[in-house]
């Protein structure tokens, strides 16, 4: 704090100067500079052991890469759409190293989202599954007897016949994803890609809540984060209705039980997972007296899955659904009972209810705050969050895919990066768009939305922060601190050990 004083009297006394004594701008110059940099993301942790010498590496992929996209624009990959180059993602060296670095946690992911849509694709081939054209509106249901609802046909006797069965099959893999070769044209804004967006999870929802299929769906979800070196999840869900062939459907807390089953025989295969927690997140659809039935189920769930059951969201497009203000007086009630993780400020929007759900959010006392794209527009609700350590949880390609951001070194989230506020990257909705688990994000952040300086200490501590900002209790986030402290120091050793037997790597 002493320093930046000191900079601003400096400042002062030389704005009032004729001229300025150049020993003394350059010094203040560079003052400055450090000051940011200390400020920004990563900047007040000190390199430990390796951690220098991994960093050299990682810098030198990281400068060659901004270097061509400097030289050419298109070259740089964050300044253009995901959808159009993900498999150049793919090929970077500094990717490469990201997706072996122990992230952490994902604290942002929804429930019928987080999965490749590949593996969704394969679900289709399984038995009891049936299909509905309802012109040309295509449905997905798993039947032991078809209801009367629609003229459903078993999807493997139509696929029997090549012809219609190859056609079938284009048709699903289009329903199932937002990937497209013209990504800017057929979603020109934020409406056009929210209905694509919301289609694809009417699709595909009916179909993923039958109950074998819900289980396999989540464990793939939980390995495919594990593969990408995640150790923990908080996943919102709607815990919608899943069923059984024959037709019962099962409560929320049986969905949550069903989550939590899942998740201990996951941990038992993979004992270096930290494990899972659940957030209720049902549509901002519901009328103000609906709302009270919602939070008394969450209410509920908190008391029979205490340490399972993390708290309480609202989603669905915000410039669309209802503001938090409407269901204020009923989420304030309950404040005290359970945590909330409100989506606030996820538009473009400024002066309107969309943005405004960011002041509602810190008045209700969110332990974090989903996206969060608008939160630069409201100085006192930002200055709130860094007071209170009210984490942002930042979707970086969700918010470019669904076009609140075109090119990410426009991202709000590079002011929050530069202020140092407190924040965590995740990846929202990330099978919809051919991405997999967190890497993706993680590169797009460092390389869009950080500094051009930020290295392998900005990468740390936004692990570190996803832990830190948690909803693991205290023992549960300590083990946690040591299980990915561990598999850190074991990077390092790796980076560094792969750079001395291969320079190229």
């Not at 704090?1 to 003394?24: A, E, P």
């Amino acid at each position: 704090m002493g320093s930046i004083i000191w900079l601003l009297v400096s400042l002062i006394s030389l704005v009032s100067s004729r001229v300025i004594n150049m020993d003394n701008y350059w010094l203040l110059r560079a003052n400055l500079l450090h000051d940011e940099e200390v400020t920004s993301i990563g900047g007040r942790l000190a390199f430990k052991d390796g951690e220098r010498n991994a960093n050299d590496l990682l810098m030198t992929h990281k400068r060659a890469e901004i270097a061509e996209g400097f030289s050419n624009p298109r070259r740089f990959l964050p300044g253009r759409n995901f959808l159009e180059v993900r498999a150049e993602i793919e090929k970077s060296k500094v990717f490469q190293i990201i997706k072996k670095l122990p992230k952490g946690a994902v604290l942002h992911a929804h429930d019928t989202g987080i999965v490749h849509w590949e593996f969704v694709y394969n679900l289709t081939f399984r038995e009891n599954l049936y299909i509905c054209d309802n012109d040309g509106e295509l449905s997905l249901h798993f039947f032991q007897t078809p209801s009367n609802t629609c003229d459903w046909k078993l999807l493997s006797d139509l696929r029997m016949n090549q012809t219609l069965g190859d056609s079938l099959n284009e048709r699903i893999k289009r329903k199932l994803t937002m990937l497209v070769e013209n990504p800017n044209e057929r979603y020109p804004d934020v409406d056009a890609a929210w209905t694509k967006f919301m289609d694809i999870f009417i699709f595909i929802t009916p179909m993923l809540s039958y109950r074998p299929v819900w289980e396999d769906y989540y464990y793939q979800g939980l390995q495919e984060l594990y593969d990408d070196n995640v150790l923990y999840l908080e996943l919102r869900s709607t815990l919608p209705p899943v069923y059984e062939l024959d037709g019962r459907e099962y409560s929320p807390p049986d969905v949550v039980r069903i989550y939590k089953n899942v998740t201990r025989r996951f941990k038992d295969d993979h004992p270096d997972f930290i494990g899972a927690k659940i957030i209720y997140a049902p549509l901002r659809t519901m009328t103000e007296s609906e709302i009270g039935n919602f939070i008394g189920e969450a209410v509920n769930l908190k008391r029979i899955y205490p340490h399972f059951f993390a708290g309480f969201d609202l989603v669905g497009q915000e410039d669309k659904g209802k503001a938090l203000k409407v269901y204020a007086d009923k989420l304030n009630a309950v404040r005290n009972d359970i945590n909330f993780f409100f989506h606030a400020g996820e538009t473009n929007w400024y002066g309107t209810s969309t943005d405004e759900n960011l002041i509602d959010a810190v008045l209700l006392n969110a332990k974090r705050i989903g996206h969060g794209y608008a939160i630069l527009k409201h100085q006192n609700a930002l200055e709130y969050v860094k007071r209170n350590k009210i984490a942002i949880e930042l979707c970086p390609i969700s918010n470019q895919v669904l076009g609140l951001v075109k090119d990410l070194r426009n991202h709000p989230g590079s002011v929050l990066f530069a202020e140092g506020v407190p924040v965590v990257v995740s990846n929202d909705d990330p099978g919809l768009w051919g991405s997999r688990a967190l890497s993706y994000d993680f590169y797009e952040a460092f390389m869009g939305m950080m500094s051009s300086n930020a290295d392998i200490r900005a990468l740390k501590e936004l692990a570190m922060n996803s832990i830190f900002f948690s909803s693991l209790d205290g023992d549960e986030e300590s083990l946690a601190f040591l299980l990915w402290e561990k598999k850190w120091i074991h990077f390092i050793d790796d980076l560094n050990n792969n750079a001395v037997v291969n320079p190229d790597y």
